[in-house]
């Protein structure tokens, strides 16, 4: 028996758009609003394998967690301001989409 497809759910960051500009931009901004140092963006990336509050502790050099959570919190804000304007769909993604939405697949 053949099955349908339904719908598709896609991960946004690092598989249809390059967010990498926004991180670097986000966490940057908010360490220098803070009064720390900005870091260089591919040691910025190399710390991605962290969670976003250890990782902007770890950028500041800060080892309490509500400091942490509070330039998460502040990270996401900023982000949220910045997406827009410098994450980038790859390469065909656009097309992509376009050819699942023509077989009636929701997305």
Known sequence: MRHRIS???????????NSLPVVVAATNGVLAKN?????????????MVLATA???????RV????VQRRLAAEFYAEARILGP????????????????????IAQ
């Open 85 to 104: 304007r410098l994450a980038t769909a790859y390469d065909g993604v656009a097309e992509l989409l376009a050819a699942v939405a023509s077989r009636g």
């Open 7 to 17: 719908a598709i759910l896609y991960d946004h960051d690092g598989t249809l758009v």
């Open 35 to 47: 009064g720390y140092p900005v870091a260089a963006p591919e040691v910025v990336i190399a710390a």
């Open 63 to 66: 080892s309490d967690p509500f």
């Open 54 to 60: 250890p990782r902007m502790g770890h950028h500041a």
